[in-house]
């Protein structure tokens, strides 16, 4: 199911990668726990389709979690916890963007 949800969010159906990616995420966490790897595989899942579909609150929500979690669980140095941190920091950069842009049409 989470590959799915990444083939859709690929194809740009992210309606369809959002509803994948939450129940793969909620499955993961009832099943395996908040801080197992595949769940927080899950969790960056699914903030990555709320980042590409500009509801970055959301994405930021998650991605907090996930950078916390991977850094107890993982390590600082760990691929995926630098990975996390890198989204993390991309979805405040888009932010920022999205702010400025619209501070200058105004």
Partial sequence: MGNLASVHTIQGRLREAEELGAQVNEVCLRVL??????????????????????????????????????????????????????????????GERMKLMSYLRH
């Fill in 33 to 94: 726990g908040p801080r197992h790897p595949d769940t927080l595989t899950s969790s960056a899942t699914l903030a990555s389709i709320y980042h590409d579909q500009g509801r970055l609150k959301e994405a930021e929500e998650l991605e907090i979690n996930v950078m916390e979690m991977s850094i107890g669980v993982l390590g600082m140095e760990h691929p995926d916890t630098i990975t996390s941190i890198e989204n993390f920091a991309l979805t405040l950069q888009k």
